[in-house]
C-alpha cells in the first residue's frame, strides 16, 4: 500500500518549457488536491477534484492546468513555467467531500524554474 | 473566507523544555474542523490530530496535548518535554465542507540538545 505517490521528484525546467507532475493514489479515494509550499506561506490550494470526472480551481490555479484521468490519478501540468512556480508541489487525498476528514499527502516534487 | 494564523515562525527550545504552538482560525462555518500537521526535515507532511467544532474537550497523545477553545477561535498545540526528533515545522489547517484545507504559515520549532 503505497499511499500518495508523485512523480518525479525533483526538476529543473527553463523559463517557458512546460511538464506534468503526476500523482497516484491506493486508497480508493474521491477526493485529490494539488498545493503548493513556498518558503514562509504555508501549503496554498491550486486546484482540487472533489469525484472522478471533475476539477475547482483553488487558491493560487494561474498558470496550471489540471486532469483528472481516472480515480486513481490527478495531474497536474505547467504549460509555460516561469521562476515564481518554483516551489514545492504535494499531492494529496481523501475521501468524500464534506466528509471533513485528514488528507493524505504525497512527498512533494521540488521544482525548480530558472 | 476561511484564515489560519499561526503568529510564531521560529520557536527554538532546549530538549526536554515545553513548547506551545498558537494557532487562531477564522471561518464564518458552525460545522468545521481543524488539524495540525508536521513536516520533519525530511519533507513529508505527516497528520497529527483533526478535532471537530463540536468537542472542545482537550486532547492529549503521549507527549502532545491540543486546547481548543471555541470562544477565542484557537487550537493550540503543546509538545511536553521536547525531544530532538520533535524538530520539524508544524502547520495549523482549517477544513471547509469542500474538503479544501486552509493552513497557516507554520511553526518552526528547534530542539537544542
Known amino acids: 500500500n503505497a499511499g500518495v505517490t508523485q512523480t518525479p521528484k525533483f526538476q529543473v525546467l527553463k523559463t517557458g518549457q512546460s511538464m506534468t507532475l503526476q500523482c497516484a493514489q491506493d486508497?480508493?479515494?474521491?477526493?485529490m488536491y494539488w498545493y503548493r509550499q513556498d518558503p514562509g506561506m504555508g501549503l496554498r490550494l491550486i486546484y482540487y477534484s472533489a469525484s472522478e470526472g471533475t476539477t475547482d480551481k483553488g487558491e493560487v490555479p494561474n498558470g496550471y492546468n489540471v486532469s483528472r484521468l481516472n480515480k486513481r490519478e490527478f495531474s497536474l501540468r505547467l504549460e509555460s513555467a516561469a521562476p515564481s512556480q518554483t516551489s514545492v508541489y504535494f499531492c494529496?487525498?481523501?475521501?468524500?467531500?464534506?466528509?471533513?476528514?485528514?488528507?493524505?499527502f504525497g512527498p512533494g516534487t521540488r521544482l525548480t524554474v530558472t | 473566507a476561511q484564515k489560519v494564523t499561526q503568529a510564531q515562525t521560529e520557536i527554538s527550545v532546549v530538549e526536554k523544555e515545553d513548547v506551545t504552538l498558537d494557532c487562531v482560525y477564522e471561518t464564518r462555518d458552525t460545522t468545521y474542523y481543524l488539524f495540525w500537521y508536521k513536516q520533519p526535515p525530511s519533507g513529508e507532511l505527516v497528520f497529527l490530530i483533526r478535532?471537530?467544532?463540536?468537542?472542545?474537550q482537550n486532547e492529549i497523545s503521549g507527549r502532545y496535548s491540543w486546547n481548543f477553545q471555541k470562544s477565542t477561535s484557537s487550537f493550540n498545540f503543546t509538545i511536553t518535554a521536547s525531544q530532538v526528533v520533535d524538530s520539524a515545522v508544524y502547520f495549523c489547517?482549517?477544513?471547509?465542507?469542500?474538503?479544501?484545507?486552509?493552513f497557516g504559515k507554520g511553526n518552526q520549532v528547534v530542539v537544542i540538545p
Open positions: 486508497m480508493n479515494h474521491n477526493s
Open positions: 478535532r471537530n467544532s463540536f468537542d472542545e
Open positions: 494529496a487525498s481523501g475521501p468524500l467531500t464534506g466528509s471533513f476528514s485528514e488528507q493524505y
Open positions: 489547517a482549517l477544513i471547509d465542507g469542500n474538503n479544501r484545507l486552509a
